[in-house]
């Protein structure tokens, strides 16, 4: 159980799939502008993240691994997000449509988020049985849905400040990307 603690902790924290390891930059710079959108984004990645650990976890287990085609766990992979991305996608589409509409472009951009497809390689790499992967891929998520929601209120308060011409728009929410992520390296030595 301890051990099961130590990956959650390190994949949602000090180990941020954004903050650390620089994956998924698109939907966080896209979808950050508002916290109800950042949150959205935050449970759709969460579900696919969550059922793609363990769809993964058995392709590989009792397809690619016994049949020595590991090499294809890649395009294997992706093919089983962009299934659950559509998926994702019309569910919204029908209970959820005003969610679906603002999320627009970055919902499909899902399947090709490299980290929904790190997370899955991580936990093949790291040989992590179906349950620890599990644990790890929702608390990886948790982590992409810490750093967007705080990236999001940070963008609302942005907006309603006096900034600089030169630094409005883009620039200040890289600069404020590269502070949080600095402030995330502070968990470096804790797990």
């Known amino acids: 159980m301890g051990e099961l603690i ?11 799939v954004i903050l650390s390891q620089f994956l998924g930059i698109c939907p966080f710079l ?24 363990v769809v993964t976890n058995l392709i590989y287990a009792f397809i690619l691994k016994p049949a020595d085609l590991t090499y294809l766990n890649t395009i294997a992979f992706i093919l089983v997000i962009a299934a659950l991305v559509q998926f994702v996608e019309m569910v919204l589409k029908k209970l959820m449509p005003a969610l679906y ?5 970055y919902l499909p951009l899902i399947t090709t988020n490299c980290a929904v497809l790190g997370t899955a390689l991580n936990c093949v790499q790291n040989d992590y049985s179906m349950g620890t992967g ?9 982590g992409f ?10 963008r609302e308060k942005i907006e309603y400040n006096n900034i600089l011409p030169s630094v409005k728009g883009m620039p200040i929410v890289l600069i404020s990307a590269g502070l949080m992520s600095m402030a995330f390296m502070g968990f470096a030595g804790v797990i």
């Open 30 to 53: 896209g979808v950050s502008k508002k916290i109800k959108t950042a949150a959205g984004m935050s449970v759709a990645v969460l579900f696919v993240m969550a059922i793609s650990a």
């Open 134 to 142: 599990l644990v790890y891929s929702v608390c990886t998520a948790l």
């Open 145 to 154: 849905g810490i750093a967007i929601i705080i990236m999001a209120g940070i």
């Open 101 to 105: 509409k603002s999320l627009g472009v």
């Open 6 to 16: 130590k990956i959650g902790i390190g994949a949602a924290i000090v180990n941020n």
